[in-house]
């Protein structure tokens, strides 16, 4: 063969593999990217999150400062009922999904995204000042309220990443947010920062950091087996709605969540 046949053939391979990486590599960001829920499923977990009910039990919350109700407080019944109602609850803000890592994304499944959605969050603001974030979840084929959390983490930094043109998403089992954009995973919080550095890193280097702290504890491991993770409840106290006892627990990481394995709590949680 000619050396010019020779360099006509490379620079033919040479620009089919150019090509073939530029068309692969929407599709990598493509898998990369959690799949959203539709505007059905937000507008049925902000209709329950509107309730009532769910209303008064934030005025509650809101009296007692994110207290547990099964702790009690130095007042008495009837100067918790007035201070609910002073607190004057009410949603503010947009219903968002939460994205939570991945417990097919931590094993190395091919084709699988970094985070999943497993609840949406809805801010709420008191009289005085004082935010929660109310959790609905998917249950039964309906969506019913969870949890109520003290501050409001879940749509600040939905909202930051979203401004950036990218999706915010949580590892609970170290309490750090992250925004996913361009193959990258980039930090939001101080807790990211030290997982992943100030200026993030790639998806490929996240999965195997992950995959380094929790591969040994996924669904069928000998972790799970010991029954050291955690989940929803299947019955809460009093009959009300199961509860969301774990961040992450129940979304795809039933086994990376609970006491045993260190899930530090950001804020005081309180379910309803």
Do not use: C
């Not at 807790?191 to 100030?198: K, L, M, N, Q």
């Amino acid at each position: 063969m000619s050396s010019h046949r020779v360099r006509a053939t490379r620079a033919a391979t040479a620009l089919a593999a150019v090509a073939l990486t530029v068309a692969l590599a929407p599709a990598a960001h493509a898998a990369d990217t959690p799949a959203a829920l539709g505007p059905g499923d937000l507008a049925a977990a902000r209709s329950a999150v509107q309730a009532p009910a769910v209303i008064d039990r934030l005025g509650h919350f809101f009296a007692r400062k994110g207290v547990p109700p099964i702790q009690r407080l130095g007042t008495g019944a009837a100067d918790e009922a007035r201070a609910a109602s002073a607190a004057a609850p009410r949603l503010t803000g947009e219903t968002v999904p939460v994205y939570t890592l991945s417990a097919a994304f931590v094993s190395g499944r091919a084709g699988t995204p970094v985070a999943e959605a497993g609840f949406t969050a809805t801010t709420a603001v008191a009289a005085d000042g004082q935010r929660a974030s109310v959790w609905a979840a998917e249950q039964d084929g309906g969506w019913r309220v969870v949890n109520i959390a003290s501050g409001g983490d879940e749509t600040d930094h939905a909202a930051e990443a979203a401004a950036d043109g990218g999706t915010a998403f949580r590892e609970p089992q170290i309490d750090a947010w992250y925004e996913l954009k361009d193959g990258r995973v980039l930090p939001l919080d101080e807790d990211a920062r030290r997982s992943v550095g100030e200026h993030g890193t790639t998806v490929a280097a996240y999965q195997r950091l992950v995959h380094q702290r929790y591969g040994d504890k996924l669904p069928g491991s000998g972790y799970d087996a010991s029954g050291k993770a955690g989940g929803f409840e299947t019955a809460a106290p009093g009959g009300s709605a199961p509860a969301l006892v774990a961040a992450g627990a129940g979304l795809g990481l039933t086994a990376l969540a609970g006491a045993a394995f260190g899930l530090r709590r950001r804020r005081a949680r309180v379910t309803y």
